[in-house]
């Protein structure tokens, strides 16, 4: 079982930075694929970017490339997502989560194949 907490939302105006931490319990975690989605009032929940477990992979989705960089801290249990440049449609609820594929290499882009999630942090871009 793992736990996801998410944090370091806020409100920020455009162009500005966030970095979203999230903190993960279980000693499995360094063997699970992550990643970052997001939902907007009234939207679907959407891909933002995951990172395969040793880090060697990643992707995004491609409204926040160049702008956006996932990381992983396995020894700390940590998930991050650093934000530059935001954008006003940037605007949502973001969700990290975790698969239980241990070790593998691929990318999942489908919340339905993410086993684990978080509560939520919002992030509010200010025009």
């Known amino acids: 079982q793992v736990q996801l907490v998410e944090s370091g939302g806020g409100l920020v105006q455009a162009g500005g930075s966030l970095r979203l931490s999230c903190a993960a319990s279980?000693?499995?975690?360094?063997?699970?694929?992550m990643g970052w989605f997001r939902q907007a009032p009234e939207k679907e929940r959407e891909f933002v970017a995951d990172?395969?477990?040793?880090?060697?992979?990643?992707s995004y989705t491609d409204s926040v490339k160049g702008r956006f960089t996932i990381s992983r801290d396995n020894a700390k249990n940590m998930l991050y997502l650093q934000m530059n440049s935001l954008k006003p449609e940037d605007t949502a609820v973001y969700y990290c989560?975790?698969?239980?594929?241990?070790?593998?290499?691929?990318?999942?882009?489908?919340?339905?194949?993410?086993?684990?999630w978080g509560q939520g942090t919002q992030v509010t871009v200010s025009s």
């Open positions: 989560a975790a698969h239980r594929r241990a070790y593998s290499s691929r990318s999942y882009y489908l919340a339905t194949e993410y086993n684990y």
């Open positions: 279980g000693r499995t975690f360094g063997t699970y694929g």
């Open positions: 990172i395969t477990w040793s880090s060697v992979t990643t």
